[in-house]
């Protein structure tokens, strides 16, 4: 095991690898610094375009991306007071007044450091905490993987929702569109109205592409009269070594922060976003000044940013050993896993352990070049916010979405399924259905189905099917955590609990 570690870290300096995490970074950060795109959005283009790449090679590009987006969102957030990504809503809470002020260089330095520290200690947790998850998985059997899938699908329908009820009917109409074509086990042929095209089933691809890109290609030609207001951006002498200080005599600030990210990160479907507003939270809690935050406090800056680039590395430790992703962007990734053949859990660690380690070594090397790329480019980003017009780049995108989900299987009809669902996730959006629930209904729908299947096929076997769900030790704690997740904003909701965003 040793010399595999050391193999990866040495395979990703080789200069194909640390290009691809360059440039993933780089165009990381500026997908992350425009208003109305995502890492979700810019990972699920890239995807197929990975189909061509070593499985490593792929893998680097797209954490690289992964990073650098989260990352990226800081910048809207200070300048514009617009999060470039949903992880950065907590950061403009502070971000923006400190702009305003006349310090968004000392703001956007500030988040700078921040997140490279908070994302290292993510991928620290993620590299001790995979491996021992990873040989745990290996005692899950198809009851198992049936209430893992439940539990999933309850977590990212009542988080990623404003409405419990629309969380789970997004989550329900996924797991529908997964039975389409031919049945796992059995081989029944479903809901294909006789159309050969679909007996294979919905491509998980050309659904990504078209849930997550097109609706905001949409939203972004609606929105292409607005203009922003770029607060200036000026560099200042000896910003970067004060921050720096500041930050080193307030160590509990940091490691709380990213451990919540952490934390987050690993409850499937949390996302960034709630990362920073929990970690904003905790921080106003905690601090000796509560009313300093909401006024241009670099301590709310610190707490969102460390936050939600810890939740990066938190997000992919489920998806890594269970198949189960963290975020929305994680989920996306975990087709780029599916797509090279490589199947979540313990194979990752073993059979293709050179190119799981190398992935997530690269995910270090990812957030420490996050320190000279985010503060060097600043000027250029703070530019590109508002010159870069829609009408240039929405049709730039839908000619990618086009040419990746037709580039799979070379097969227009996965053209045509992208833009159906790109179409139906835009009108789902507007009547409150996030493609979240939906999309992760469509990758655990199979699962879900197959572990259903195979746990009533040997409860029959054994004379007793309630047996084989209810009385395995490992199925009856994730029967807890699922009734839980479940009940959690119900209760939540009677509690009257008070929100991260209402203390600033």
Not at 257 to 275: K, Q
Request: hydrophobic letters at 50%; aromatic letters at 10%.
């Amino acid at each position: 095991m040793e010399t595999t570690l050391f193999a990866s870290f040495l395979n990703v300096f080789s200069p194909l690898n640390l290009l691809f995490v360059i440039v993933g970074v780089g165009s990381g950060i500026v997908v992350g610094a425009l208003p109305g795109l995502t890492a979700t959005m810019a990972i699920a283009i890239l995807v197929p375009f990975t189909f061509a790449m070593a499985p490593i090679h792929g893998l680097v590009l797209l954490g690289g991306i992964y990073c650098g987006a989260i990352y990226g969102g800081s910048f809207s957030a200070i300048l514009i007071n617009t999060p470039g990504t949903p992880s950065a809503i907590a950061t403009t809470f502070d971000g923006y007044p400190m702009a305003r002020k006349g310090d968004s260089y000392k703001a956007i330095v500030s988040a700078t450091i921040s997140s490279v520290i908070g994302g290292l200690i993510g991928v620290g947790f993620l590299i001790f905490l995979s491996p021992p998850l990873s040989k745990a998985s290996l005692k899950f059997g198809p009851p198992e993987f049936f209430w893992l899938t439940a539990f999933g699908l309850t977590i990212i329908a009542t988080l990623a929702s404003k409405s419990i009820l629309k969380g789970l009917i997004g989550g329900a109409f996924g797991l529908l569109i997964s039975t389409i074509g031919i049945a796992p086990i059995g081989g029944d042929v479903r809901f294909t109205f006789g159309m050969v095209s679909l007996q294979g089933g919905i491509g998980l691809i050309p659904a990504l592409i078209g849930f997550f890109c097109i609706p905001e290609v949409i939203i972004m030609l609606v929105k292409r009269g607005e203009h922003y207001t770029v607060l200036p951006y000026r560099k200042q002498k000896n910003v970067v070594r004060n921050i720096f200080i500041h930050l080193v005599k307030k160590p509990i600030l940091i490691l709380r922060s990213a451990v919540i990210g952490t934390v987050v990160g690993i409850i499937p479907g949390a996302g960034g976003n709630i990362a920073g507003m929990v970690s904003y939270n905790e921080a106003v809690r905690a601090s000796r000044y509560p009313h300093r935050f909401g006024k241009g406090h670099i301590d709310g800056i610190v707490a969102s940013e460390a936050s939600n680039n810890a939740e990066v590395s938190g997000s992919l430790i489920p998806l890594l050993t269970l198949g189960i992703p963290g975020a929305p962007p994680a989920a996306v990734l975990l087709g780029a896993l599916l797509l090279q053949g490589m199947r979540p859990g313990a194979d990752l660690f073993t059979v293709h352990a050179g190119v799981t380690y190398t992935f997530i070594f690269s995910l270090i090397l990812a957030n420490i070049l996050i320190l000279p790329m985010g503060i060097f480019s600043g000027k250029m980003v703070s530019k590109l916010i508002t010159n870069l017009p829609a009408a240039f780049l929405a049709p730039f995108i839908v000619f990618l979405t086009i040419i990746g989900s037709f580039s799979i299987n070379n097969n227009i009809f996965d053209v045509y399924v992208m833009l159906f669902f790109g179409l139906l996730g835009y009108v789902g959006r507007r009547l409150g259905f996030g493609p979240g629930p939906i999309v992760l209904g469509i990758i655990l729908g199979a699962i879900c189905e197959q572990g259903l299947v195979q746990s009533i096929l040997m409860g029959r076997a054994a004379g007793n099917v309630l047996t084989i769900f209810f009385t395995r030790p490992i199925s009856i704690i994730l029967i807890v955590l699922t009734i839980s997740s479940a009940c959690w904003p119900i209760i939540r909701k009677a509690i009257g609990g008070p929100k991260a965003h209402e203390k600033r």
